[in-house]
């Protein structure tokens, strides 16, 4: 669906309409807050450029955001929207804190570097995976909506994270807020890039989105692809319900969980309250704006580290307009995607008609809820002959 | 646990279960024509910043107009993009949480920037209701609320009428049921489900307002806490019903007056039980409740 073919114009009139509406958003902001848009603009890109250490703090909150949203492809490929990141982020940086002050405990704070890496990187893993564990389980044995459960999940692991934070992974010194002892000095990931913050988690990134791309060329892929659309035929190609949820989940939930080692050993080197900082959300929003595909999320992260690093130096160039504006951007640009998306589709219901048959085959599934299914990029629904049926599919399994 | 505390904790969880029960009741309409609003949690938020905004100027009521327009607003603009543009009602929903929670912070920042006390407004003064209030215990509990609980009552009383009832309510059901056949039938699907959302997103902009205007009487980021979400599970626990959707609201307010009220007391839990309960517990409700729903299913599969 990416090829030349599909590049008719009214999608790129769409594109260029969203970037003039993004633009003209950021401007009326800016100017609501009393400042000049150039001297925002010149902030901006001050503060993602003006010196090698900002471009390493562009690279560094990139990091998080792109493992969350390139281990997301699955998931949403199949039509499954975790939105547990978050909590599922949390959970893999409990582990890794513990594990890794553990084993300093355990076998002295002089172990050869890479030994605490690969015991912090899995800990954390093992602990995104297991808090994606019971979503998927709600979501296979009795139809829970895997949106709702996994939002909900991400106030539990809140909680627990300040209770650890208080009681067994608290600091022994006093301090202002809630954290963790620090890991030990061959605990922390070693920087990449010197003079600045980029930890090699840069190195981790690439690694990833490249198995991503290989993995697009998989059977695996076709098989979670068909599944979002038509289920019994996913099941004679192999993939049934139960093992499609449980394998994208579990996938999302190890990058996540990875995520929180890579912030705790990578940036701050303890556990704060705030480990997640959002990134668990900005992933899936970069999931979908780089349109499911390694590059495009490679770049959609950078896109969004740059805007909220950018943002800082906006607040401190005009004084008045505060960082959150990246927020509003985000937003109208999840917003403008989604729209854009929906014009990608289109041209594609006619250069392969395949799509735009009546997903007549789909078994009535009992559900206790209109079905949510993500459907990027193409749902059944928008690619239906006719007009009748709502935006929303999957009203006809009911 | 003194009887005093806990007649403080149920009225409480009155109080709070105001705004879930309103964005619940806009939800369930949404929701019975076959569509979804995830956008709630940013309608929400919007309007209550919008609510206490106006409300400094203009009032506590005029704060409460402006959450309802706030709200509409963004359902508007989710309403174009999904109807217009046909794009994902799941992304868009979350586009406009992501949005609504954006510009919230912003405008609020903009208005009091970091330093300044924050603006404190004239909350809707609680109303006892006469004779009523005077009733040993039930009478504290339900009947010294403030007008925006009893009006939410009505509410969800008019909405159980219009669902049942009116042309509106039987189009919102014949279309979420079936489409087509709807269609085929000459209700026009598009504006039915439009209406819905309009409808559902001026609710959840209410609720925001009453979270702020009607109790707190101030905004901060972040305020609803995901209150946004648990509408979502509570309107999916109480199938879309207004009965269903109070007595899920309840549930929720009731376990977060109590995690509020109950950390003074003697129960020695950490203060994160208490904060976690109420989503746990939804949780917990939510699977039992999908369960029962499957057991139904198959109970009728099998006379079948």
Redo the contacts between chains.
């Keep these: 669906m990416n090829s030349l073919r599909d590049l008719d114009h009214r999608r790129w009139l769409?594109t260029g309409g969203v970037v003039l509406v993004v633009l003209a958003v950021a401007a009326l902001?800016i100017l609501?807050?009393g400042a000049d848009p150039l001297v925002g603009l010149r902030g901006l890109v001050d503060g993602i450029s003006s010196s090698p250490y900002r471009v390493g703090e562009l690279l560094v909150g990139a990091v998080p955001i792109a493992i969350v949203a390139l281990t997301l492809i699955p998931a949403l490929r199949a039509g499954i929207?975790s939105?547990g990141a978050e909590g599922q982020i949390i959970f893999g940086a409990i582990l890794a804190t513990g594990t890794t002050l553990w084993l300093a405990t355990v076998a002295g704070p002089d172990l050869p570097g890479p030994v605490f890496w690969i015991a912090g990187a899995l800990a954390g893993i093992v602990g995104g995976s297991l808090f994606a564990l019971l979503p998927a389980l709600?979501a296979v044995r009795?139809?829970?909506?895997e949106?709702?459960?996994t939002?909900?999940?991400?106030?539990?692991a809140?909680?627990?994270l300040?209770?650890s934070l208080?009681?067994w992974l608290a600091s022994p010194e006093e301090t202002a807020t809630p954290q963790s002892e620090q890991l030990p000095e061959a605990a922390a990931l070693p920087t990449m890039i010197a003079g600045t913050r980029a930890h090699w988690g840069i190195a981790l990134v690439l690694l990833i989105a490249i198995g991503f791309i290989l993995w697009r060329r998989s059977a695996g892929w076709t098989r979670v692809s068909v599944f979002s659309s038509r289920p019994k035929l996913a099941l004679r190609l192999g993939a049934t319900r139960a093992g499609t949820i449980y394998s994208t989940m579990l996938v999302s939930g190890a990058g996540a969980g990875l995520v929180g080692w890579v912030q705790v050993a990578g940036v701050n080197e303890r556990l704060f309250s705030s480990v997640t900082g959002g990134v668990g959300?900005s992933g899936?929003?970069v999931a979908?704006l780089g349109g499911l595909l390694p590059v495009g999320i490679v770049a959609a992260a950078l896109f969004f580290s740059a805007l909220t690093a950018g943002a800082v130096g906006m607040q401190s160039a005009t004084g008045?307009?505060?960082s959150?504006?990246?927020?509003?951007?985000?937003?109208?640009l999840?917003?403008g995607?989604?729209?854009v998306?929906?014009?990608q589709r289109r041209p594609a219901a006619v250069v392969a008609p395949s799509d735009a048959v009546v997903p007549v085959d789909e078994e009535p599934v009992?559900e206790?809820?209109?079905r949510?299914?993500?459907?990027?990029p193409h749902?059944p629904s928008?690619t239906h002959p006719h007009e009748?049926?709502?935006?929303?599919s999957g009203?006809s399994s009911? | 646990m003194s009887a005093e505390l806990w007649v403080a904790i149920l009225a409480g969880a009155i109080a709070l279960s105001a705004p879930l029960v309103l964005a619940g009741v806009g939800e369930s309409f949404v929701e019975r024509a076959g569509r979804i609003n995830l956008g709630i949690e940013g309608m929400m938020i919007l309007g209550a910043f919008a609510g206490v905004y106006v409300a400094s100027t203009a009032g506590p009521w005029a704060g409460l107009l402006a959450g309802i327009a706030t709200g509409l607003v963004l359902a508007a603009l989710m309403n174009t993009v999904v109807h217009r543009l046909h794009a994902n009602e799941v992304v868009v929903g979350l586009a406009i949480t992501v949005l609504g929670l954006g510009l919230s912070t912003y405008l609020f920042q903009v208005w009091i920037p970091s330093g300044q006390t924050n603006v404190s407004v004239e909350t809707v003064p609680r109303v006892p209701v006469p004779l009523l209030s005077d009733l040993p215990l039930l009478g504290r509990i339900l009947f010294v609320q403030s007008p925006i609980v009893y009006a939410t009552v009505l509410l969800a009383v008019a909405a159980w009428a219009v669902m049942r009832f009116t042309r509106f309510g039987l189009q919102i059901r014949a279309v979420g049921t079936d489409p087509v056949a709807a269609a085929l039938r000459g209700v026009r699907t598009r504006a039915v489900g439009s209406n819905s959302l309009l409808l559902g997103g001026a609710l959840a902009g209410l609720a925001g307002a009453v979270i702020t205007v009607g109790t707190i009487g101030s905004f901060t980021p972040g305020i609803t806490a995901g209150r946004g979400y648990i509408v979502l599970a509570i309107v999916i626990m109480g199938r879309s019903t207004p009965v269903g959707v109070a007595l899920g609201a309840l549930l929720f307010a009731f376990l977060q007056s109590f995690s509020l009220l109950a950390q003074s007391t003697g129960l020695q839990l950490p203060s994160e039980v208490y904060q976690t309960l109420p989503y746990v517990v939804t949780l917990i409700v939510l699977v039992l409740s999908s369960r029962a729903r499957v057991r139904s299913v198959l109970r009728k599969a099998s006379l079948a």
Excluded: C, M
């Design positions: 769409v902001l609501f807050a929207f939105v709600l009795w139809q829970v909506n949106i709702l459960s939002l909900l999940l991400n106030y539990v809140a909680g627990f300040g209770w208080r009681t959300f899936l929003a979908l008045t307009v505060p959150s504006i990246a927020e509003v951007i985000k937003g109208v999840l917003l995607v989604a729209s998306a929906a014009y009992p206790s809820s209109p949510l299914h993500a459907t990027l749902p928008d009748l049926q709502p935006a929303d009203e009911r």
